[in-house]
Nanobody, 119 residues
Framework: QVQLVESGGGLVQPGGSLTLSCAAS????????MGWYRQAPGSQRELVAQ???????RYTDSLKGRFTISRDSAKNTLNLQMTSLKREDTAVYYC?????????????WGQGTQVTVSS
């Protein structure tokens, strides 16, 4: 089992910045890919960014250049730096961890942290 706890959400003005963190605990030695997803009201959960155990990253095209994902394996944390925030970035942001590969992989989710972009 892997436990994920997000923090860092809150209210920010348009154009502002925010950094989210996700603390991982439990059976983390087997964690492969970690990522951030978000879900806005009335919308499906969507990928924001992913990072592999080797440091490779993948971003949703529309967020490239504004969001940066990073991973501190020594501290078992995952971060998401968000800049130039827009109202449409308002959503609950979820941390995700994948243990294993393929059909036998296990996927874990945090409880989410609310990000609200508003003046």
């Amino acid at each position: 089992q892997v436990q994920l706890v997000e923090s860092g959400g809150g209210l920010v003005q348009p154009g502002g910045s925010l950094t989210l963190s996700c603390a991982a605990s439990g059976s983390i030695f087997g964690v492969n890919t970690m990522g951030w997803y978000r879900q806005a009201p009335g919308s499906q959960r969507e990928l924001v960014a992913q990072i592999s155990s080797g440091g490779g990253t993948r971003y949703t095209d529309s967020l490239k250049g504004r969001f940066t994902i990073s991973r501190d394996s020594a501290k078992n944390t995952l971060n998401l730096q968000m800049t130039s925030l827009k109202r449409e970035d308002t959503a609950v942001y979820y941390c995700n961890a994948v243990v294993g590969f393929g059909s036998t992989a296990s996927v874990y989710w945090g409880q989410g942290t609310q990000v609200t972009v508003s003046s």
